[in-house]
């Protein structure tokens, strides 16, 4: 500060800091916001366990269904690139998601499905260790899941 | 700049196959780079592809989805020469899109 300029009372000082820093911290909290995508669920993909996820993004039970396929290989050398098919023969499927509950964050992905796409995806994902995977299938409003246990013998996550 | 996006659509009787591939480090912000620092995470958070401007999949990931990541699907309808739109978002707001003919 400019010696020759009126000195600030430290009440005044603490006063502009404090607006500062929230402004700096609401300016943080408002980058963050614009850069998540719309309708992208933030609080589900946080969640650190099954239950905190699948209440996180549906709020409603599951049960498993042999209905419900869900192909993986037993076994993943690289847990870097763990493929999985997820299908179903259930009607009306609105929505698919994947689980990998041993992984730090517990949802992998979650798909919507509009009319007339069929109720079948295959992607890749990324298991830090040996863990099973869930697929969950919303068909008619109702939650669907089949569990498979992949062992990894190299992690995905760097670790 | 080439496109961070490849697909491949093929229409096959009703249905139309989809494959798509996008170039992504997907960092999940729990690995460190050569000198110990964490890497931030930054992952695609949405995928929507559009059949003639119809959404037919909204793809939501988190960080767990691998590297230059691949997605497989497909959906009823969907006719050679038709176009479908990809266009993808990461969490630090990059975007890429693309526009293909179904095959």
């Not at chain 1, 009126?6 to 500062?20: D, G, Q, Y």
């Not at chain 1, 916001?33 to 609080?43: E, L, N, T, V, Y």
Request: hydrophobic share 40%.
């Amino acid at each position: 500060m400019h010696p020759t300029s009126a000195p600030m009372s430290n009440a005044t000082r603490r006063e502009t800091l404090r607006i500062l820093a929230l402004l700096g911290m609401a300016g943080i909290a408002g980058t963050a916001r614009a850069a998540s995508a719309p309708g992208w669920p933030d609080d589900a993909f946080h969640q650190k366990t099954m239950p905190d996820a699948v209440n996180a993004l549906y709020g409603k039970p599951f049960e498993a269904s042999d209905k419900v396929t869900l192909d993986v290989p037993e076994i993943a050398e690289n847990g870097a690139v763990v493929p999985v098919n997820v299908g179903t023969t259930l009607p009306n499927v609105t929505t698919i998601s994947i689980l990998v509950p041993e992984n730090p964050f517990t949802l992998a992905a979650s798909y919507k499905l509009p009319d007339g796409t069929l109720p079948a995806i295959g992607c890749r994902l990324k298991m830090a260790k040996t863990s099973d995977v869930v697929a969950i299938v919303e068909s008619d409003g109702k939650l669907f899941a089949a569990t498979k246990n992949v062992k990894v013998t190299l992690g995905g996550c760097g670790g | 700049m080439p496109s961070t996006i490849r697909v491949r659509a093929m229409a096959s009787g009703t249905q139309t196959d989809v494959q798509a591939l996008i170039q992504h480090p997907m960092d999940s912000g729990f690995v460190k780079d050569s000198n110990g620092v964490l890497i931030p995470p930054r992952h695609i958070e949405t995928v929507t592809f559009e059949h003639d401007g119809k959404p037919v999949l909204i793809a939501d990931w988190g960080p767990a989805v691998s590297k230059d990541p691949y997605i497989k699907f497909a959906f009823k309808g969907g006719a050679k020469g038709d176009t479908l739109t990809v266009t993808w978002i990461d969490n630090q707001g990059k975007t890429d899109s693309l526009e293909a003919k179904i095959a």
